[in-house]
Nanobody, 115 residues
Framework: QVQLVESGGTLVQPGGSLKLSCAVSENIFNFNAISWFRQAPGKERDFVASINVGGKIQYADSVKGRFTISRDNAKNTVYLQMNSLKPEDTAAYLC?????????WGQGTHVTVSS
């Protein structure tokens, strides 16, 4: 059973920074890609960033230049460094791992950006 465990979410002031972690129970190279999504209360789940097995990285337009996705292969962990945070970044951040059309999700970690 694949498990993804997110951590690092907390309350942060606007303009602040936060680093989220997604620990995967298997070798991350077993998956086509590891991605971050986010879901604000009452809204749909949105794509944030992804890194595929070859290292190709993609970002949502709303976070380009502010967020950075990276991975530690030895730790089977994917990170999301978030800088210049805005109140609209407030959401539950979820990690996703996919093998073709099969998707695995973590439980999420909550980020609140507020003064």
């Amino acid at each position: 059973q694949v498990q993804l465990v997110e951590s690092g979410g907390t309350l942060v002031q606007p303009g602040g920074s936060l680093k989220l972690s997604c620990a995967v129970s298997e070798n991350i190279f077993n998956f086509n890609a590891i991605s971050w999504f986010r879901q604000a209360p009452g809204k749909e789940r949105d794509f944030v960033a992804s890194i595929n097995v070859g290292g190709k990285i993609q970002y949502a337009d709303s976070v380009k230049g502010r967020f950075t996705i990276s991975r530690d292969n030895a730790k089977n962990t994917v990170y999301l460094q978030m800088n210049s945070l805005k109140p609209e970044d407030t959401a539950a951040y979820l990690c996703n791992a996919n093998i073709l059309t099969r998707h695995y999700w973590g439980q999420g970690t909550h980020v609140t950006v507020s003064s």
